[in-house]
C-alpha cells in the first residue's frame, strides 16, 4: 500500500528542487541552445538536464515505478506505477524569460492518478 501524504511531501521536494535547477539556469540561458521539435513546440538543454534529474530522484522515490517522460529520458513498460513528468512545463514561456513554467509530476497506479504536483516556480508556489 503507498503512503501517498509522503509521497506527496517528497515528491513536492523534489519539485522544488528541480525549480531551483531551473532557476539557476535561466540566470546564464543560451537561446542558442532550442531546438524546435514541431511548429511552436521547443525543447532545451534545461528540459533535457531537468528530466534527467526529475527521473533520478523519482526512481530513488519508487524504484519499481514506470516514466512517461517528454524528453524520452525514461521508459514506461507497464508497470502498475507510472510517474507521468514534464520537468520545464512552459517551455516556450521559459525560453522568453515570462511566466509561468513548472515543474508538473504524476503519479499512476495501476492507470489511474493518485497523486499530482505542479510547482510553479516564478511565484514559488
Known sequence: MLDLKFLAEKVVLIAKEIGDFLREERVNFKRSKVEKKSQSNYVSYVDKMAEKKLVGLLAQLLPEAGFIAEEGTASYDNESLCWVID????????????APYGVSVALKQEGEVVLGVVYEVCRDE
Open 87 to 98: 520537468p520545464l512545463d512552459g517551455t516556450t514561456n521559459y525560453i522568453h524569460d515570462e
